[in-house]
C-alpha cells in the first residue's frame, strides 16, 4: 500500500515540477488532507470501497475548484483508480518528498516533559548538523514516556503511535519479568511455530513456511526452540520455546540440553522426500 501511495506522491512531483508549482501543489494537498481529516464523514465516503469512483470524483471536483489544474488532474487521476481514500496518506508521501527535494527535513520530537527553547534549538542544531538538512521541528509532550525522548522524522511511523507501541513494550516486559520473580520460574514453555505448511511442487519456491515472531521478542529476555516431533508425513513441527530469565542464558542452555538429553527428536532428520509423496 505505502508503495503505492509513494509512487503516486512522486508522480505529482514530477508533473508540479515540471509547471514549476511544487509549492502550489503542496499547499492545496494538504488543505485536502485538513478536510479530509476534519470531516469524517468525507473521509468515509472516499474510503468506501462499495461506492462509485465516479461519484467520489465528482464530489472531489467540488472540493477542489479554485485549485490549481496540476492538482485537480492529481485529485481526479487518484479517484479514477479506486484510490480516493488514500488521498491523506499520498499528500504526507508527496510533502516528504518535496522536503527531501528541498533539503528540508520535518521532525517530531516527544518528550516526557516540556522541552525548554534553549534545549529544543540544542536538538534541532545536532539534527541538522547529522543530516545536512534544515530542520521543521514540531514538539509534544508524553507524560507516560519513561524517560528519554522520540524522535520522528519523516513520515513512517507516526511517533504518537510508536510511543504507544513503547508503552506497550514496556508494560508487557514488566508483566513477564514480575512472573518470572514473583513465582520463582526458571523457564516458560510456549508452543513453537505451528504445524508446517504442506509442500505444492506446484509452486517456483517448493517449500513455503509461515513464521510467526515469537511475543518474548518483545521483552527482550533469553529464549530458545527445541525439536518436539514430526507430522504424520515426516515434518518436523514448530518446536517448542523456551524463555527464560532476564540475563540467564547458562540456565536456560542447560535446561533445554536436559529436554534433548530424554529425546531423539533433534537427531532425525525431516522426511522431504516422503513428504513431497502424500
Known amino acids: 500500500m505505502a508503495v503505492a501511495q509513494r509512487m503516486y506522491a512522486r ?6 515540477r515540471e509547471k514549476d508549482r511544487v509549492d502550489t501543489a503542496r499547499d492545496q ?38 485549485a490549481d489544474p496540476v492538482v485537480r488532474n492529481f485529485v481526479r487521476l487518484v479517484a479514477s483508480k479506486g484510490r480516493a481514500g488514500q488521498l491523506r496518506a499520498i499528500a504526507e508521501e508527496f510533502e516528504a518528498i518535496v522536503d527531501r527535494e528541498q533539503g528540508r527535513i520535518a521532525v517530531e520530537l516527544t518528550t516526557a516533559y516540556e522541552l525548554g ?47 504507544e507501541a513503547v508503552r506497550a513494550r514496556t508494560l508487557i516486559t514488566r508483566s513477564v519479568r514480575k512472573t518470572f ?71 536456560l542452555l542447560s535446561i533445554a540440553a536436559a529436554y534433548e538429553a530424554v529425546g531423539e527428536w533433534h537427531r532425525r532428520v525431516p522426511d522431504i522426500a516422503g513428504a513431497l509423496q502424500q
Request: with cysteine; hydrophobic share 45%; net charge negative.
Open 181 to 251: 520473580q514473583t513465582h520463582g520460574i526458571d523457564a516458560l514453555l510456549a508452543p513453537g511455530w505451528g504445524p508446517p505448511k504442506a509442500v505444492d511442487e506446484s509452486i517456483d519456491v517448493p517449500f513455503t513456511f509461515a513464521m510467526r515472531p515469537s511475543a518474548v521478542n518483545l521483552t527482550g529476555m533469553p529464549a530458545i526452540n527445541v525439536p518436539c516431533g514430526f507430522t504424520e508425513t515426516g515434518l518436523p513441527l514448530g518446536g517448542i520455546e523456551l524463555w527464560g530469565r532476564p540475563l540467564d542464558e547458562a540456565k
Open 11 to 16: 508522480a505529482l512531483y514530477e508533473a508540479a
Open 29 to 66: 494537498l494538504a488543505e485536502l488532507a485538513a478536510a479530509m481529516e476534519s470531516s469524517p464523514e468525507l473521509e468515509a465516503f472516499l474510503a468506501n470501497p462499495q461506492l462509485d469512483p465516479g461519484a467520489k470524483e465528482s464530489v472531489l471536483e467540488e472540493v477542489t475548484t479554485g
Open 117 to 163: 527553547d534553549e534545549e529544543a534549538k540544542a536538538i534541532v542544531a545536532k539534527i541538522e548538523e547529522a543530516s545536512g538538512r534544515t530542520v521543521e521541528a514540531t514538539r509534544s509532550v508524553d507524560p507516560d514516556l519513561i524517560g528519554g525522548m522520540i524522535l520522528q522524522a519523516g513520515s513512517l511511523i507516526p511517533a504518537a503511535r510508536y510511543a
